[in-house]
């Protein structure tokens, strides 16, 4: 069975800039319609604020666990 996972990872973007996690005058319809859809972590948080280390380590891992569970 093949398996189909997205990362969707904004870069610098604040976790309160998004008008699915209560902000009272942005809008973001996109990340919103995607959030509904799927799976958020709203206590997850990164040791770095640029996207291109925490893409790495999320990315290796990911594709490390996609391997283990690949028949």
């Known amino acids: 069975m093949i398996r189909n ?41 990164v040791q770095s604020g640029i996207l291109r280390p925490v893409a790495d380590v999320l990315l290796h891992r990911a594709l490390r666990l996609l391997a283990w569970l690949d028949p």
Request: glycine share 4%; net charge positive; with cysteine.
């Open 5 to 45: 996972v997205l990362f969707v990872m904004c870069d610098q973007l604040r976790w309160d800039h998004l008008s699915c996690a209560g902000h009272p005058h942005l809008q973001t319809p996109n990340i919103d319609a995607l959030a509904k859809r799927g799976v958020r972590f709203p206590y997850a948080f």
